[in-house]
């Protein structure tokens, strides 16, 4: 008999992955899908397509490891929140249109503005500190 473990770990590995976010997309668009839900899963939606992690990518192990825990556990969480038909529904039609990315352009300037603000407060930080050392 295999651990339980392994078993969730083949739910949520690669290749079911990605069909998971793409019902999740489906998911926080759909008319009936209850509000925290919906916000769950946008949550979600948007830690696993953002470049900006908890930890990042170059620290060895742990900057990976975030992303094999916080994504699977996090659709996990959004699947026992979701009715078992609404998500069944989602799934379905994930798995339909598996060959086709939906339109990610909110989700991608919300990625630039949030850059953008981060280098700006960069900037704005640093201006003062050279200030600061000029004596200005």
Same mark, same amino acid.
């Given at each position: ?17 990605? *069909?998971?976010?793409?019902? &999740?997309?489906? =998911?926080?668009?759909?008319?009936? #899908? $209850? /509000? ?31 992303? *094999?825990?916080?994504?699977? &556990?996090?659709? =996990?969480?959004?699947?026992?929140? #979701? $009715? /078992? ?16 990315l939906p ?13 953008? *603000?981060l280098l700006?407060? &960069? ?14």
């Amino acid at each position: 008999m295999t651990p339980r473990w392994w078993r969730w770990w083949q739910r949520v590995s690669a290749p079911g992955l990605a *069909l998971k976010v793409m019902a &999740l997309w489906k =998911l926080a668009h759909h008319g009936h #899908t $209850p /509000r925290g839900v919906r916000w769950l899963a946008f949550l979600v939606l948007a830690y696993a397509l953002s470049p900006l992690d908890l930890v990042p990518d170059f620290i060895p192990l742990l900057g990976q490891l975030d992303d *094999l825990l916080i994504i699977p &556990l996090g659709i =996990l969480l959004v699947v026992r929140l #979701t $009715p /078992r038909p609404l998500w069944q529904e989602c799934l379905a039609q994930a798995q339909a249109h598996i060959g086709r990315l939906p339109h990610f352009f909110r989700g991608v300037w919300l990625v630039i503005l949030t850059w953008l *603000l981060l280098l700006a407060a &960069l900037a704005y930080w640093l201006w003062g500190l050279a200030a600061s050392a000029w004596g200005g």
